[in-house]
């Protein structure tokens, strides 16, 4: 059983950053792809980022592209979400995410959370104005 570990949230100003980390134990080698998802108070679950071993693809919401970086590190078995020039509608809970399951469908439903088999517990990030 993979187990997924989210830290690296906090509080920041506006225009901050922050590195999230996600560590993954149990066969977190086996992974396939990886993504970062948040959920603010009150709103659906939103997609974020995600890397897939397919050719070291990476995925991004257009809310966040060019701000934010998703990085892995398949040693550690670990993924990252490096977050700059944070808003105050960027706070929220983010989850890290994981799926083992290789198929050729993943880069067309990549921001689906269904697609994903292991939720991390989740880390607050809140931005002050």
């Known amino acids: 059983q993979v187990q997924l570990v989210e830290s690296g949230g906090g509080l920041v100003q506006a225009g901050g950053s922050l590195r999230l980390s996600c560590a993954a134990s149990g066969r977190a080698s086996a992974m396939y792809a990886m993504a970062w998802f948040r959920q603010a108070p009150a709103k659906e679950r939103e997609f974020m980022a995600a890397?897939?071993?397919?050719?070291?693809?990476?995925y991004y919401a257009d809310s966040v592209k060019g701000r934010f970086t998703i990085s892995r590190d398949n040693a550690k078995s670990s993924v990252y979400l490096q977050m700059n020039g944070l808003k105050p509608e960027d706070t929220a809970v983010y989850y890290c995410?994981?799926?083992?399951?290789?198929?050729?469908?993943?880069?067309?439903?990549?921001?689906?959370?269904?697609?994903?088999?292991?939720w991390g517990q989740g880390t607050q990030v809140t931005v002050s104005s």
């Open positions: 890397h897939s071993w397919s050719g070291g693809s990476t």
């Open positions: 995410a994981g799926t083992p399951r290789a198929r050729a469908s993943y880069s067309r439903y990549y921001f689906n959370g269904a697609e994903y088999d292991y």
